[in-house]
């Protein structure tokens, strides 16, 4: 398990608000610590990708169990290292949908338990909100309305914000996410898992042009993905071709890379031009794991410079699953008044525009 931490200034008064933020809805076990909404502390992300690596994809019994091994001492390490005690929390934020519902419950059974214990308010965040405001802690002036694309492993969605908490969806992924076509292409030619990361870095080295993918559209619905066609379509033509990918270090894995790569990465621009032509919006946040692919935002970067579009990305530690984002959501939401119930439970699958119930 590899181990990552962010860490601000340590710690040295309780008279603003703290809130622990837990995020376990996959396969990262994360925990972090925010003064406010935005000042983070310690954002501590234990990984789990060696141990599911050899299976090609994420084993959800696994994942749930290695959650339960290390989330108590990464909390014990945060509250060590910024000085802290649970006597000083004033809210806990916990990922409760949607994700794989044993590592969701890990969290949230850690969640509930220290709340009880401490009689500290916690409160029950949607993934994907905390995505969606993960640029706000480095870009806190991002503007209303704007144009939300989350994409990652498990989700490929687009919508339309008009205020924190208020979210209009535009369109999703109607069968494979982008960071789900991007591990099985990778699987396919033998990269290995996670595949993202990988074909970013093979396809610096390809021509995007030499291969020409579909880019998955669904007739009547502009703004809406799909990406299993392209799946297929990589599959038939390594298949068709394949001696030449006997060999997965020569150049054409290369230029096969590029090719996928540039086909993914078109067709979210196509639905996030869409989305802004219909709504016009001149202000796009782009986040998710998929958004650490260093040729989506050159290309994401040049469509902003040509329409005067502002395009706004989390730091490559904030795109991928971290806790920060769920405590500076959970510390807007609590400071607003709301709180979750003891009865509030786990769901894997839960629409953003469907609000969790608070009491």
Not at 55 to 74: D, F, M, N
Request: with cysteine.
């Amino acid at each position: 398990m590899a181990l990552y931490l962010f860490q601000g200034e340590p710690r040295k008064d309780t008279l603003v608000s703290l809130t622990l933020g837990i995020e376990s809805s996959c396969d990262e076990t994360a925990v972090a610590l925010l003064e406010g909404p935005r000042k983070v502390l310690i954002n501590l992300i234990q990984s789990q990708e060696k141990i599911h690596s050899p299976y090609g994809g994420i084993v959800p019994e696994i994942a749930s169990r290695c959650h339960i091994e290390v989330i108590l001492p990464l909390i014990d390490k945060a509250l060590k290292e910024t000085r802290t005690g649970f006597k000083d929390l004033t809210g806990i934020a916990v990922t409760t949908t949607p994700g794989l519902i044993g590592s969701l419950l890990v969290g949230l059974s850690v969640a509930k338990a220290i709340s009880y214990a401490h009689d500290i308010p916690f409160i029950g965040v949607n993934h994907l909100e905390g995505h969606l405001n993960a640029p706000f802690l480095e870009y806190p002036d991002i503007p209303y309305p704007h144009l939300g694309l989350m994409v990652s492993g498990g989700h490929t969605a687009l919508f339309y914000i008009t205020g924190f908490g208020h979210y209009q969806f535009l369109g999703a992924t109607r069968d494979d996410a982008a960071g789900e076509a991007f591990d099985k292409i990778a699987k396919l030619v033998h990269l290995g898992y996670p595949g993202g990361p990988v074909v970013d870095q093979r396809a610096r080295k390809g021509d995007p042009h030499k291969i020409k993918f579909p880019q998955g559209k669904v007739r009547g619905s502009p703004m809406d993905f799909s990406f299993s066609g392209l799946k297929t379509a990589v599959l038939q033509h390594v298949q068709k071709n394949q001696a030449l990918y006997e060999d997965s270090q020569g150049p054409v894995i290369d230029d096969l890379c590029a090719s996928v790569q540039e086909a993914i990465v078109q067709a979210l621009l196509a639905r996030c031009e869409s989305a802004r032509a219909t709504k016009k919006c001149q202000t796009l946040v782009v986040t998710g794991g998929v958004a650490c692919n260093q040729y989506l935002r050159k290309v994401f970067n040049q469509w902003g410079q040509e329409n005067e579009m502002a395009v706004y990305y989390p730091s490559l530690l904030l795109c991928t699953d971290n806790a920060a984002m769920i405590a500076s959501v959970g510390a807007r939401h609590l400071a607003e008044g709301k709180r979750s119930s003891m009865t509030l439970n786990a769901v894997a699958h839960r629409p953003l525009t469907e609000p969790l119930p608070v009491e």
